[in-house]
């Protein structure tokens, strides 16, 4: 099964601030048609994951513009330009090109 | 609007089984592979497992933890998503979450509390 890595796993972070969340997979995410399944969600406290990027980059409907996802094969990057207090929460990734699915561990955004 | 309603959790004993289901809304039901996933108090993100459309075939994919004891289906023709779980362990207490593959929308999730 391919394992996701996550780092760091806490990330206290000033208020405008940027923050930036690797993602480490065991095995390449690209996908024979291809694609990257490499996804980011949000878990706000007390909230279900909400989906901020899919396909590595690719940012969802109404998410703001300073969240970008980049990279590729294993290694991949969440960046938060600007750090806002509604941002606080967990941030996982997950890779959707290998079965099963996995997650990684998450990253929890704490402001300082 | 996309509504995803899961049901059916509760408190079960070690050994027991319990079926959760998930109505959706708002989306093409029978297009979409559809995931459960779970989240143990305090924890991540687990990943359960998936089921194809029935234009893909309609198989099933678990993770490793999961693929003996656990089982989804779907019926299209209620928009319901299922998942029943056997030989319930403490261990499997979590909030189960159905969602299409690739996570666009989330329902509330239903609260599974195994023990005795």
């Known amino acids: 099964d391919v394992l996701m890595t996550q780092s760091p796993l806490s990330l206290p972070v000033t208020l405008g601030q940027p923050a930036s969340i690797s993602c480490r997979s065991s095995q390449s995410l690209a996908h024979s048609d291809g694609n990257t399944y490499l996804t980011w969600f949000q878990q706000r406290p007390g909230q279900s994951p909400r989906r901020l990027v899919y396909?590595?980059?690719n940012r969802d409907s109404g998410v703001p513009d300073r969240f970008s996802g980049s990279g590729s094969g294993t290694v991949f990057t969440l960046k938060i330009s600007r750090v806002e207090a509604e941002d606080v929460g967990v941030y996982y990734c997950m890779q959707g090109t290998h079965w099963p699915n996995a997650f990684g561990q998450g990253t929890k955004l704490e402001i300082k | 609007e996309v509504q995803l309603v899961e049901s059916g959790g509760g408190l079960v004993r070690p050994g027991g089984s319990l079926t959760l289901s998930c109505v959706a809304s708002g989306f093409t039901f029978n297009n979409a592979a559809m995931t459960w996933v779970r989240q143990a108090p305090g924890k991540g993100l687990e990943w359960v497992g998936r089921i194809k459309t029935r234009t893909d075939g309609g198989t099933t994919d678990y993770g490793a933890l999961m693929r003996v004891r656990f089982t989804i289906s779907r019926d299209d023709s209620k928009n319901t998503l299922y998942l029943q779980m056997n030989g319930l362990r403490v261990e499997d207490t979590a909030v189960y979450y159905c969602?299409?593959?690739?996570?666009?929308?989330w329902g509330l999730g239903t609260l599974v509390t195994v023990s005795s």
């Open positions: 969602s299409p593959w690739g996570g666009a929308y």
């Open positions: 396909n590595v980059s």
